[in-house]
């Protein structure tokens, strides 16, 4: 018994010792302000990826849900320099690593998942997608997205 107990102990602490050092959650930050989720971001293949619907709307983008395909879609006016506006559309199906950006196919390293009853996708992918910048802090562990939001009404 004493000699199992031992062996328990023993894997435990090599497990822990296997957990990376970020263990907890990404930080993710909009315009300087931190964004809070239902469901936590987490990181996969040197990917950021966040709670869909929360990026997109803060991104000031609108979100559909098509159950048939595990299809997102996301839309969101954008104004260019000139002041011409035209609806960008933002198209990703679960585990899928192509998605599509105004009809144009885009390569993803880490595609859309579902993970608790919540759908992910990669958060530089997102954000660039509907012109916003991304940058990411390795040493405090979180990521910041700059983007110009229409004014509130």
């Not at 950021?48 to 997109?56: G, M």
């Not at 599509?100 to 996708?121: C, I, M, N, S, W």
């Not at 040493?139 to 229409?150: G, K, T």
Request: charged share 25%.
């Amino acid at each position: 018994m004493r000699k199992t107990a031992s062996l328990i102990a023993a894997a435990a602490t090599a497990l822990s010792m296997a957990v990376p050092a970020f263990a907890e959650a990404p930080a993710v930050y909009l315009n300087g302000t931190q964004m809070t989720f239902d469901a936590e971001p987490f990181i996969e293949n040197d990917r950021t990826l966040v709670p869909v619907r929360a990026i997109f709307e803060a991104c000031g983008a609108n979100v559909a849900w098509d159950q048939d395909t595990l299809t997102v879609i996301g839309t969101k006016n954008v104004t260019d320099e000139e002041g011409n506006s035209d609806l960008s559309t933002v198209v990703l199906q679960i585990d899928n690593t192509t998605a599509f950006v105004d009809g144009e196919p885009v390569e993803l390293e880490v595609p859309a998942k579902v993970v608790q009853d919540r759908t992910f996708v990669p958060l530089r992918f997102i954000a660039d997608s509907l012109g916003a910048d991304v940058n990411w802090d390795q040493e405090a562990f979180r990521a910041d997205i700059n983007i110009e939001l229409p004014a509130e009404e």
